[in-house]
């Protein structure tokens, strides 16, 4: 060993120099604004889901279907939306296999208060699919409010 390496000594280390003091712990009114902003946001997002479910609601529910031939399948319905509401859906009908042999977007118009259930809300409806081979099964795929501007 030489003079020099006897001469230097390590510099004082300790964790708190080497990985910064003790954080400070989160203050009351900090915790209080943290819970407010969690309390605001999540209140502005139910707002959000429920007037955005509420304005374009539109459902729908498969009452039946009948199969005339190979060519020709009925399908009955009921629409469940707005009475001043437009709406469409999308029919469809499936061979044995699940494959599509027939599908039909049907428009649904505004209906008078006097109309169906629920003064004009539910209305029952029926339509006929042209397949391309025997249909086993026709089932409503979606309804929806269609954009105002389209």
């Known amino acids: 060993m030489t003079s020099e390496d006897q001469h230097a000594a390590p510099a004082p280390t300790s964790l708190a120099n080497r990985y910064g003091g003790q954080k400070r712990a989160l ?5 209080r604004n943290i819970l407010i ?3 605001a946001v999540g209140i502005a997002f139910l707002a959000w889901v429920t007037t955005s479910a509420a304005t374009t609601s539109v459902s729908f529910k498969d009452i039946g279907y009948s199969t ?3 060519t020709l399948t009925e399908v009955d319905f009921q629409v469940t939306k707005d009475p001043a509401a437009d709406a469409k859906c999308a029919v469809k009908a499936m061979d044995s296999k699940f494959a599509i042999v027939g599908w039909k977007v ?11 259930t629920d003064g004009g ?3 029952g409806h029926s ?3 042209r397949t391309e081979s025997q249909a086993v099964s026709a089932v409503v795929d979606n309804c929806w409010i269609p954009d105002a501007g389209k």
């Open 68 to 70: 005339t031939d190979a």
């Open 106 to 116: 049907v428009d649904i118009g505004p209906n008078p208060t006097d109309a169906g």
């Open 37 to 39: 902003a969690v309390l």
């Open 27 to 31: 203050t009351r009114k900090g915790k």
């Open 127 to 129: 339509t006929q699919l």
């Open 121 to 123: 809300h539910t209305t």
